[in-house]
């Protein structure tokens, strides 16, 4: 039988060992992408299983239930998702088995949570982390000595070592750059620190250190029962670690910020519940006082508008990194998925909790590259099962699916849900302003009262009738983020070229023209624009900006003399869009008439 206890701090050693990898990790993240953020997202993942498992569990079942919940909840990236998804499958072949507890069901789970590690990928590559954990769970399979954990784990270590050290042969790109896939070792330090803790479990219990208690607060249900419309609109809860202030100094100077204020602060952590109209402000000056650990924004305004009165039955849905107006979004009950931005050790809530001109504020302060990652699978699901309550079917339109793994993760929730809801979601193959104007045709269509199989054939033809063209004055985020071709933007700056840059069909960031100098970029833009309106092909633009807003007004009135009307909009560009085309960056994203092919 397997000791829950042990068990419980196996998998807290297994994720202290891969947070304590995240730059080496980070530093080999060359596939899918070379955005170099790998290590930061499964280190997010970690740490949330750490705080989510603090708690005292009586059973081996329980544990896993707690580890698979707290997966969910944390899972960034495309690693951190199949690991997610691993550990559900765990646990959900352990609640089938007769025996939960023995070593024999953990080897049996294990095996056949395969099946949902290559589920949570829609084109699986071998070489990469679920090549791993097949090889470690068939190893643990063909072990005839099922006594105790300590006998079994040895030797499936090495056989996942062996299976990590392959990757490097197995990818044409690991093997370029001479590195095994970075999603693979984080798996390998994760079961690295598991194995350890049932093997040399004296030594380590004397060297973990004393975890501090977790920090609850209690809310009564009077603080969410919207009878009438919130004057704050976002719920928000943030988690706190090394917090310097005491609670009665946190509720006197968040006082100012909301309503239905709640503080608890023990043990150098706190826990503060908030109705506000500013989480971001909320957020900046928590980060003051304390580390923040977690933190959830709910918008209650929205969901108590469509409670009382929802404008379709259709809801509309897409990620924060379609650049909307704001009253827009709440004015058409548009729910949105919000992106995670990872600055040093806090996750950021895209737009939520974080806005482009602090983001860049804060940019200044660190040493290591803020990262971003799609929306959680627990995030999804939540939206899901809220919306399945209130709408006959649901519209989800997402980032491009060459710039970010959020499409595939709203298709696994799909198929996750048990909602009788049709849901349908679409590749965008846009993002920013390019992605928004698509949403707003969508919500047009749904406005008018199209039909549902209608409404998806025309949403995916206007994704050819839409376009967006950027100006950079610094190629290195683009390059950093794998945005652009390395090879393609490491010559533009060596021959000092300003870049036009957009996206090609496929939804792939590309550039698209040179000049010599940003007034040349911009020349030869408004003329583009220029020239498709004198053949009446314009239908509507859209101006964003990287914190350059009088740039961008400048943008806005010049257009508006080439094509004869003002932008629909012009705003900030989404914080996830600014990490990768850098502070000064102007935009303008167009659509042109259905069934006129774009120059």
């Not at 690991?174 to 693979?184: F, H, M, P």
């Not at 100012?256 to 043990?267: F, I, Q, T």
């Not at 309550?389 to 993760?409: A, D, W």
């Not at 932008?567 to 869009?577: A, E, G, K, L, R």
Request: hydrophobic fraction near 40%.
């Amino acid at each position: 039988m397997i000791d829950h206890k042990e068990l419980l701090f196996a998998f807290q050693q297994g994720a202290i060992q891969l947070i304590n990898g995240k730059q080496t990790l980070n530093q080999i993240n060359v596939f899918p992408v070379s955005d170099g953020d790998t290590g930061s997202n499964l280190a997010s993942l970690m740490q949330t299983i750490l705080e989510e498992t603090k708690e005292e569990s009586s059973s081996v079942i329980e544990v896993f239930e707690k580890v698979a919940d707290a997966s969910l909840l944390g899972a960034r990236g495309n690693s951190g998702i199949i690991f997610a998804q691993y550990f559900n499958g765990i646990y959900n072949n352990l609640l089938c088995l007769e025996e939960t507890n023995s070593v024999h069901s953990f080897v049996k789970s294990v095996k056949l949570a395969i099946t949902e590690a290559y589920q949570a990928i829609e084109h699986p590559v071998e070489g990469t982390i679920i090549t791993v954990i097949r090889s470690w769970a068939e190893a643990l399979n063909e072990n005839e000595d099922l006594t105790s954990l300590e006998k079994v784990l040895p030797e499936a270590l090495l056989q996942a070592k062996q299976a990590l050290e392959n990757t490097t042969n197995q990818l044409k790109i690991l093997k370029k750059n001479q590195v095994v896939d970075a999603g693979a070792k984080g798996f390998y330090l994760f079961i690295e620190g598991f194995t350890e803790a049932f093997v040399n479990k004296q030594s380590i219990k004397k060297r973990a250190e004393d975890s501090s208690g977790s920090v609850k607060i209690d809310l009564s249900e009077s603080l969410h029962t919207i009878n009438s419309e919130p004057v704050y609109r976002y719920c928000t809860e943030i988690l706190l670690d090394h917090v310097t202030q005491s609670k009665n100094e946190i509720q006197e100077k968040l006082n100012d910020y909301g309503d239905s204020l709640v503080v608890a602060v023990n043990r150098g952590k706190a826990r503060i519940h908030i109705h506000s109209n500013q989480p971001s402000q909320v957020l900046s000056y928590l980060s003051t006082v304390g580390q923040p650990i977690q933190q959830k924004a709910d918008d209650m305004l929205l969901q108590y508008q469509v409670s009382k009165q929802r404008k379709a039955p259709i809801a509309l849905v897409t990620d924060s990194i379609a650049d909307l107006p704001t009253d827009y979004i709440l004015n058409n009950q548009i729910h949105v998925l919000p992106m995670n931005i990872l600055i040093g050790n806090t996750n950021y809530i895209d737009k939520i909790t974080i806005q482009t001109n602090q983001f860049f504020q804060m940019k200044g302060n660190q040493k290591e590259r803020p990262t971003s990652s799609q929306p959680t699978l627990k995030t999804v699901e939540n939206l899901f099962s809220f919306l399945e309550t209130k709408y006959e079917s649901i519209l989800v339109i997402t980032v491009s699916s060459k710039l970010s793994g959020t499409f595939h993760t709203v298709k696994e929730a799909t198929k996750r849900t048990t909602s009788s809801a049709r849901i349908a979601v679409i590749d965008s193959k846009q993002n920013s302003a390019a992605q928004g104007l698509l949403v707003m045709n969508a919500n047009e269509w749904i406005q008018s009262g199209i039909p549902f199989e209608e409404l998806i054939e025309k949403t995916k033809r206007k994704r050819d009738q839409v376009e967006i063209l950027v100006s950079v004055d610094d190629l290195d985020p683009m390059i950093a983020s794998g945005r652009i071709p390395k090879f393609a933007g490491k010559i533009a700056k060596k021959i000092n070229l300003k870049p036009i840059v957009s996206l090609n069909k496929d939804g792939e960031g590309n550039l698209s023209d040179f000049a010599f100098s940003r007034e040349g970029i911009e020349k030869k833009i408004f003329q583009r624009l220029k020239k498709l309106h004198k053949k009446n092909r314009i239908k509507r633009y859209a101006v964003i900006h990287a914190n350059s807003e009088s740039k961008a007004r400048f943008w806005g009135d010049k257009l508006a003399e080439q094509v004869g009307f003002q932008p629909s909009y012009i705003m900030d560009i989404s914080t996830v869009v600014a990490m990768s085309a850098g502070q000064g960056s102007v935009a303008v994203a167009f659509e042109i008439e259905e069934g006129v092919e774009p120059l």
